[in-house]
């Protein structure tokens, strides 16, 4: 098992890869776009560590009070990501960053930590089963399926924004919200302003560029988040059948 990991940091950020899409040649558009927000977050206390070679094998996160989720607390982490794909899986790489986080939270006081999850575990947010492993606990819900997770230290718990819980916008067009925080929004929102022009589809796509829009918005959100006839669809990224069955609706 290869023990050695970095963090991201002003000094490096340029030149070190992103996990969550290897490129070795050409520039992708979605990295750069990522690689671009975090270069105005790092200096929020936002934390992107990662194992020192092309894998897919990292944690990412920062503090609650500047983290881009309808969610508040005092004093918390709250967890983006933790990912551990391929060959890398197995092998206790999950845990090494776990626990990293862990000490990192202890060593700067924090209350606790936190993530988001489900009743049912969905496609683009952390295994919560293993987080559970860890002591985290539900400590709010939705009506829609969604919890929060968290790891107290101290007693104190986070919420979900009374927005995310009322998942309703008067707009009855397609409409996403998002953000460029994950590499995989760029293109996938390209697709979808191509199908949307090509078949005539109205639509809202409203990207998400401030902490106070992302703390505001009208839904739990991972970079992601879709209404349709003015309700929550998904937080999961759209192919053209996901949003073709959506639009049917």
């Not at 309700?231 to 949003?243: G, K, M, P, S």
Request: include cysteine.
């Amino acid at each position: 098992m290869n023990t050695d990991f970095i963090n991201l940091t002003a000094e490096n950020l340029a030149t070190e890869h992103l996990c969550c899409i290897i490129r070795s040649k050409k520039p992708h558009p979605g990295v750069e776009a990522k690689r671009q927000w975090l270069s105005d977050r790092l200096s929020e206390g936002h934390v992107f560590r990662k194992l020192n070679e092309k894998a897919t094998v990292f944690i990412e996160y920062a503090p609650l009070e500047t983290a881009w989720v309808p969610i508040i607390g005092d004093n918390y982490l709250y967890v983006y990501c933790l990912w551990v794909l391929g060959d890398h899986k197995g092998k206790g790489y999950a845990k090494s960053l776990m626990e990293y986080c862990l000490a990192d939270a202890k060593e700067k006081g924090k209350s606790g930590i936190c993530m988001l999850g489900s009743k049912k575990q969905k496609s683009w947010l952390s295994d919560q089963s293993f987080a559970k492993k860890y002591g985290f606990e539900v400590v709010d819900s939705t009506d829609y399926g969604y919890e929060l997770l968290a790891l107290s230290f101290d007693g104190t718990t986070p919420k979900f924004t009374p927005n995310a819980k009322n998942p309703k916008i008067v707009g009855k067009e397609l409409t996403i919200y998002y953000d460029m925080q994950c590499p995989f929004v760029y293109q996938n929102m390209e697709m979808i302003k191509q199908y949307c022009d090509a078949n005539d589809v109205r639509a809202s796509l409203i990207q998400v560029d401030t902490l106070q829009k992302a703390k505001e918005l009208p839904c739990v959100f991972n970079n992601y988040g879709v209404f349709y006839k003015g309700n929550f669809e998904t937080v999961n990224l759209l192919d053209v059948a996901y949003l073709e069955r959506i639009l049917k609706k």
